[in-house]
């Protein structure tokens, strides 16, 4: 696809999805966030969840929100399936697990989704534009820039492993605990613990302490896709705390 000298923050569309402002992804988060805790019932999740997963498919991951739906859809067959066995403190275990991934599966794809499609420059230069405190923002950039790091070092130390014949799943953490803490979870996380330090060493050479006016050949900025987003989601979040302030339960 071709991008404008502007940079990637175009009206074009980018993997068959509309592009939207990190800030506006931001916003986005905080929202559902507080949305999933303002109602319980089931009709209720049901309705966020679809609304997470139109915005995926508006972004670009039409694939991932179909998946999404199918993983919800299962989730609460199960939940339906085992409730009037709940006596059971097993079956309370698995129905507890079930309801916490329904929970959080919505704000997961959509961090998911806010991550994959958002450049780390796009991200500082948006945390720059919001007038954030300079420890926030290079904090925010470190962290950033940690996830994809991490993860090809959590595949590195797998093929390493595996070479060993140590696999990271379920089964080795039961029947061999102490090989897999040692010979894969303990590198991990000394390997993260690296990563930071790197990262946070780069982000200071190239002048995020700098207390003189940033520039950055990103261009970002709310586009129509970003404001009609903004509009609807907001909408139902205010509609939604007018709702609980006045002691409707949904």
């Given amino acids: 696809m071709k991008h404008s000298a502007g940079g990637l923050y175009t009206t074009k569309r980018q993997n068959n999805g509309l592009v939207f402002d990190p800030r506006t992804k931001l916003i986005l988060l905080i929202e559902f966030d507080i949305l999933m805790f303002l109602g319980r ?19 670009g991951h039409r694939k991932n929100a179909i998946k999404c739906i199918g993983i919800f859809a299962v989730c609460a067959a199960i939940e339906q399936l085992i409730h009037p066995y709940m006596s059971h403190s097993l079956i309370s275990l698995v129905y507890f697990a079930v309801a916490l991934i329904r929970k959080v599966l919505p704000i997961f794809i959509l961090t998911k989704w806010s991550v994959e499609t958002t450049k780390v420059s796009a991200f500082v230069a948006a945390l720059w534009k919001m007038r954030l405190p300079k420890n926030m923002i290079i904090t925010g950039s470190v962290i950033f ?19 060993r014949g140590i696999e990271c799943n379920a089964r080795s953490l039961l029947f061999k605990p102490s090989e897999t803490i040692t010979y894969i979870l303990i590198p991990l996380f000394i390997s993260i613990l ?10 200071l050479c190239r002048g995020l302490d700098n207390p003189g006016t940033h520039t950055c050949m990103t261009e970002i900025g709310f586009k129509r896709q970003d404001v009609a987003l903004l509009i609807l989601v907001t909408g139902i979040f205010a509609g939604m705390c007018i709702v609980r302030i006045l002691g409707v339960r949904l």
């Fill in 41 to 59: 019932s089931l009709f209720y999740e049901m309705g966020v969840f679809l609304l997470c997963s139109l915005i995926l498919a508006v972004g």
């Fill in 145 to 163: 820039r940690c996830f994809p790091t991490i993860r090809e070092e959590w595949t590195a130390i797998q093929s390493a492993m595996r070479m």
């Fill in 194 to 203: 690296n990563i930071s330090d790197e990262l946070a060493a780069a982000a």
